[in-house]
């Protein structure tokens, strides 16, 4: 169930298909955001290894989240996001990934060089088989900041503005740590930084003495392979509303017949009452 409405301007439409990125305040009450902490910090406080994502003692988490508590369910149709994002993708999606991210405090004597992960692009291997100069708009991610990203150093996500076009690996000059015009956005608990997969990000030092929380929720078109999961369990599917059922994959209705414009869609009914273009949106 999609309770809400958030329209897209004319503005943050060209925003993003020119810079690969927005940001959306407040997409996260104080309610929500304390049952994402309080589920968060029970998972990476355990020894538990299944979907876990650990790089180092300062970068954890756990991909294929939704499935591992129940609090991370209603980020798939989050109120404010979701209709951002079908505004952009149009309503053929599914959820590709989601992802819980600790980005724990750097050890004093951490270089300010330092990213965790380094400056990459999304995608898995799209770019891989396809190249820099065939990678399309296939996909993007909202990525929820739970705690406060108010001041520089703080392990935010950050953002090469424009990356999302580029047919080649990001310049770096020599002797830089970033992109010329790299971008640290400044977040409060509960914003929302939506993002293209082409967009070059890397994860800022974290020079607080506090751990960087957050979830990042990856949609994708439904005619591409998720990142993280190929079949939810049934035991997960049979929690869902029908609108969520279809975002991780499932079929909404009981027809056998082939159906060439992929089957029953309850996102339509959404796009109907509030007259948003559903295919076709282009890049």
């Known amino acids: 169930m999609i309770n809400g409405f958030t329209k897209l301007t004319d503005e943050e439409r060209q925003q993003f298909r020119d810079e690969g990125y927005l940001i959306v305040q407040n997409a996260l009450d104080d309610n929500m955001i304390s049952r994402l902490i309080e589920a968060g910090d029970r998972l990476i406080a355990t020894d538990e290894r299944f979907n876990r994502y650990q790089t180092s003692e300062f970068y954890d988490g756990f991909r294929n989240c939704i499935v591992m508590d129940d609090a991370f369910i209603p980020l798939l149709t989050n109120d404010v996001t979701l209709p951002l994002v079908i505004q952009l993708l149009g309503a053929n999606l599914q959820l590709s990934t989601s992802h819980l991210i600790y980005r724990h405090p750097d050890p004093p004597g951490t270089p300010y060089t330092i990213r965790r992960p380094g400056w990459h692009r999304d995608g898995g291997r799209t770019q891989l088989d396809l190249g820099q100069d065939n990678y399309p708009r296939l996909g993007l991610k909202c990525a929820f900041y739970l705690t406060d990203l108010s001041e520089p150093n703080s392990g935010v996500t950050m953002l090469a503005p424009g990356s999302n076009q580029l047919t080649e690996r990001i310049e770096i000059a020599d002797g830089a740590t970033d992109p010329a015009n790299a971008l640290e956005p400044l977040l409060n608990p509960g914003d ?24 990042m929720i990856g949609y994708c078109y439904r005619w591409l392979k998720p990142m993280d999961y190929v079949k939810q369990d049934a035991a997960f599917v049979d929690k869902l509303s029908d609108i969520e059922r279809y975002l991780v994959g499932e079929e909404v209705d009981d027809t056998v017949e082939f159906q060439p414009q992929g089957g029953a869609n309850p996102l339509h009914a959404w796009c109907e009452e509030h007259g948003v273009q559903q295919d076709r949106l282009g890049q």
Do not use: M
């Open 192 to 215: 929302c930084v939506i993002f293209e997969y082409r967009t070059w990000h890397a994860g800022a030092p974290n020079f607080t003495d506090v751990t960087r929380k957050c979830v």
